[in-house]
């Protein structure tokens, strides 16, 4: 029996072509858990190039991925900005299958306009980072973790932060933020959910290569003149010289952690947060 049989997982931000979302919902969907896959709809320009051309259609095409591995998928579109949508994803999913087992918080605000001195930050943003990346989190931990205790049978909620929730660096104050209030938001749900059998855990990835949206990215590649599937390449490569175990991740490094973390054996494990970064930082 394969160690997930039974269980429902709810991933967000599950759309990506490459994304870590798409990788833990296929992780865990191969390891016997249903999957209910959300994501927020986006138009072209905000996709990554790749996801363009090769007409990649976001949680439709996950879902079929995840079918052809003999589990079964619920999609469900939901923005995380909307507190009501985040009920109703909660709740379709409980309907559909019956129980929600895990939750993997993994969404988050699409990089670049944040990047930006504390000074120049415009409110909007911040406010927008806040609330995909740290209340949503909330709110998905605060829905499922309901459900979770009156099942009875106990659950596990995978919260996926950052190097970023450990380290500042210029130019990062919301995101950075965003991402360091997800440890401290895992610590006390971890020890809310505790006496009822969830374990609230977070992994921090450092560089994974995505193909992630970066506004910031796109405005740089069209300075340079050149497309940003080629610029992307360019900072992977750069990016990797610097990762001491000399490459970035993949999103299947991640959903190797998150996968561990959702199963019976990391039962006596909770409120921490784990480094998938190849040695870039210990702490
Ligand atoms: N890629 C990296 O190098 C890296 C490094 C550290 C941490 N992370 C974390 O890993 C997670 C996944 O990263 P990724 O690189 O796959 O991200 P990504 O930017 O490729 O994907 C994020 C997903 O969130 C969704 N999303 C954006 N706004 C939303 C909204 N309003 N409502 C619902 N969904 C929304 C997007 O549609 C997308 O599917 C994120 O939490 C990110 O912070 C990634």
Same mark, same amino acid.
């Given at each position: 029996m394969r160690s997930l049989e039974g269980k429902v997982a709810l991933v967000t931000g599950a759309g990506g072509m490459r994304g870590i979302g798409r990788a833990v919902a296929l992780k865990l969907a191969s390891l016997g858990a249903d999957i209910v896959l959300s994501d927020v709809k986006r138009t072209a320009e905000d996709l990554p190039p790749k996801e363009v051309k090769k007409q990649w259609r976001s949680i439709d095409s996950v879902g079929e991925e995840v079918e052809a591995l003999g589990r079964r998928c619920l999609k469900v579109w939901c923005d995380l900005t909307v507190s009501a949508q985040i009920q109703a994803m909660v709740n379709e999913a409980v309907a559909h299958f019956g129980h929600l087992d895990i939750l993997v918080n993994n969404a988050r605000a699409i990089i670049? %306009?944040? %990047?930006?001195p504390v000074t120049e930050m415009p409110e909007d943003v911040w406010q927008h980072f806040l609330a995909v990346n740290t209340t949503a989190v909330m709110l998905g931990i605060k829905h499922a973790g309901k459900v979770m205790i009156k099942q009875g049978t106990g659950g596990r909620i995978i919260n996926i932060a950052s190097d970023a929730s450990k380290r500042g660096r210029p130019k990062t104050a919301a995101y950075v933020t965003s991402k360091f209030a997800v440890l401290g938001l895992t610590q006390c749900s971890a020890l809310d959910l505790a006496p009822y059998g969830i374990t609230v855990n977070s992994v921090c990835p450092g560089a994974i290569d995505s193909d992630r949206m970066n506004y910031l990215e796109q405005a740089q590649a069209q300075a340079k003149g050149i497309p940003l599937e080629q610029y992307r390449e360019d900072v992977v490569r750069e990016t990797a010289r610097r990762i001491p175990v000399g490459r970035v991740g993949q999103g299947e490094d991640v959903a190797n952690v998150v996968a561990f973390l959702a199963s019976d054996e990391a039962s006596f494990i909770t409120g921490q947060a784990y480094n998938v970064n190849g040695g870039a930082l210990f702490h």
């Open positions: 670049g %306009r944040d %990047r930006v």
